[in-house]
Every structure is written in C-alpha cells, then in structure tokens.
Nanobody
Framework: QVHLVESGGGPVQTGGSLRLSCAAS????????MSWFRQAPGKEREVVST???????NYADSVKGRFTISQDNANNTLYLQMNNLKPEDTATYYC??????????????WGQGTQVTVSS
C-alpha cells in the first residue's frame, strides 16, 4: 500500500521555523522528483518547492530565501525546512511523488497533508 506521510506541521509565531517531513513507502519510484504543495482555505493548491533527481531545486517566489527542500533517498524521506514564517504561509502542506504501486502505471501520489498555522 502506498504511504506518503507528512509530519512536522503545527502552530508557530511569525518569524518562527518548522521542518516538515514526508516519509514515502509501499511503492516504487518512477522518478525521484518530489514536490511540496500547499493549500490555504479558499485557495487553489500551489507548488511550493520541487527537488529534481539531479538535486536541483525550485521554489515559489513567495518562499525563496526562507524555505529549503531536501531529500534523503536512503530513507525515502522528503523535507522542507521553513524559516522566517509569515501568516501567509498558513496552509495545509502536501508532498507529491511519482511512483508505481503493484506493477501498475506510474502515477502521482499525494500525502494526507500537515497543517501549518502561523500567527502574527
């Protein structure tokens, strides 16, 4: 069974930090490209950051310089270090992975999300 389990969210004050984790298991990776998305109430889900197989990274303009994505391939875990958090970072954060479960075609898999709430 596919498991993408995010953790590390919670309440934090403006300027604080959190480190999100996403543990992947139960499927074969079709690509090591992995991403963090977030969705605030009443808004569409948006990509926050992506790490590619070659180790290159991309960030949304709104988080550049504050968030850092990383990946531990040995443990199939994705991270998002979030510093200098702002109220507008409040959202549910999701990780996304591209894999294949049980010999099926490759597909995008999503975690259940972890809530980040930044208070001013």
């Amino acid at each position: 069974q596919v498991h993408l389990v995010e953790s590390g969210g919670g309440p934090v004050q403006t300027g604080g930090s959190l480190r999100l984790s996403c543990a992947a298991s139960g499927y074969a990776f079709c690509s090591r490209d992995m991403s963090w998305f977030r969705q605030a109430p009443g808004k569409e889900r948006e990509v926050v950051s992506t790490i590619n197989e070659d180790g290159t990274t991309n960030y949304a303009d709104s988080v550049k310089g504050r968030f850092t994505i990383s990946q531990d391939n040995a443990n199939n875990t994705l991270y998002l270090q979030m510093n200098n958090l702002k109220p507008e970072d409040t959202a549910t954060y999701y990780c996304r992975s591209f894999g294949a479960f049980g010999g099926r075609h490759c597909a995008w898999y999503w975690g259940q999300g972890t809530q980040v709430t930044v208070s001013s």
